[in-house]
């Protein structure tokens, strides 16, 4: 099993391009999560999606999009990137309320 | 949002000694109290799942203890060696939603040969 994976690990982009930051887990988990860290700040939720077909806001999420394709992948989207978003991103999945899992992270530069 | 406080921010230990340090949580609705072991450019790696009050859950030379009338738990590790180095993270899981966990910001620990 792979866990969790995302791509792209790295990626630069200029204020105002836009990416899409792909997660998917093989553990057939409902609930998968995306979040932001920062010096100081620890892991603050971006949004999250508790089973296929939904998802919700979490504590930071001006400024980004989701997508629950299906229960394996759940897709980060920022629509116009400003510097403010250089950050690490990552993905977590779990059972409902229960322990989660990360993926190995995005760095994301925003010039 | 939930308040979840861990101190303290950063810890020197020398190899071989023990040492703990502590996460605060909002002791009203509490479901469970996660620990999670972060290294450097690697990703939070679960290490507990503390649930009933006095509890202690042990992994190794790591142990955890739980308090949830007072709204904190211990991470404990005896002997510390070089690889013990990281961040330790707590999360707490009010079971309220499906937002799942409220994390802290971590202590960083540092082994020092």
Known sequence: NAGVTQTPKFQVLKTGQSMTLQCAQ???HNSMYWYRQDPGMGLRLIYYSASEG?????????????????KREFSLRL????????????????????????????????L | ILNVEQSPQSLHVQEGDSTNFTCSFPSSNFYALHWYRWETAKSPE???????????????RISATLNTKEGYSYLYI????????????????????????????????????
Do not use: W
């Not at chain 1, 998802?55 to 299906?70: A, F, H, I, M, Q």
């Not at chain 2, 679960?46 to 190794?60: C, R, S, Y």
């Open chain 2, 46 to 60: 679960a290490l507990f799942v503390v649930t009933l009050n006095g509890d202690e859950k042990k992994k190794g």
């Open chain 2, 78 to 113: 005896k002997g510390s060696q070089p690889e013990d180095s990281a961040t330790y993270l707590c999360a707490f899981n009010s079971g309220g939603g499906a937002d799942g966990l409220t994390f802290g910001k971590g202590t960083h620990l540092i082994i020092q040969p």
């Open chain 1, 79 to 110: 629509e116009s990137a400003a510097p403010s978003q250089t950050s690490v991103y990552f993905c977590a999945s779990s059972r409902f309320q229960e322990t989660q899992y990360f993926g190995p992270g995005t760095r994301l530069l925003v």
């Open chain 1, 54 to 70: 939904t998802t919700d806001k979490g504590e930071v999420p001006n400024g980004y999009n989701v997508s629950r394709l299906n």
């Open chain 1, 26 to 28: 093989d553990m057939n």
